[in-house]
């Protein structure tokens, strides 16, 4: 008996010592998005409901937010921005190219940063 539980033991020991492993931490990739200036007025009609044309062939009446053009406004403010503060508005933390990881669509940069000013401009419906 004693020498099976030396060998449960041991065996034990070993598959806890040898089973794990350790994944290598990949750091996250941060993206440097540029300032637009607060004199740059931002339209959400021309200039933001245009950056959702790729995103309404997921985002229309099946999946939430609905960004088909005439919907998309009232679908996004209040539930997902977060007026006058983008950092904490759902929108801009899950765009594709920052947080959403949709291969078929991604923003650029420049993209995220105009939506960023429009949601810190107050996210008007004009």
């Given at each position: 008996m004693k020498k099976l539980l030396q060998i449960v033991l041991v065996s034990c020991l070993s598959l806890l010592c040898f089973s794990c492993y350790y994944d290598e931490i990949q750091e996250e990739t941060i993206i440097e998005i540029p300032e637009i200036p607060d004199t740059q007025i931002i339209s959400f009609g021309t200039d933001i409901q245009p950056l959702f044309s790729n995103c309404t062939s997921c985002h229309a009446t099946n999946v939430s937010p609905d960004?088909?053009?005439?919907?998309?406004?009232?679908?996004?403010?209040?539930?997902?921005?977060?007026?006058?503060?983008?950092?904490?508005?759902?929108?801009?933390?899950?765009?594709?190219?920052?947080?959403?990881?949709?291969?078929?669509?991604?923003?650029?940069?420049?993209?995220?940063a105009l939506i960023k000013a429009w949601i810190n401009q107050g996210a008007l419906n004009n």
């Open positions: 960004l088909r053009v005439g919907n998309s406004y009232n679908a996004l403010v209040p539930a997902y921005v977060t007026v006058e503060d983008a950092e904490n508005s759902k929108l801009y933390n899950y765009l594709p190219g920052n947080g959403h990881h949709d291969i078929g669509a991604t923003l650029s940069v420049d993209e995220i």
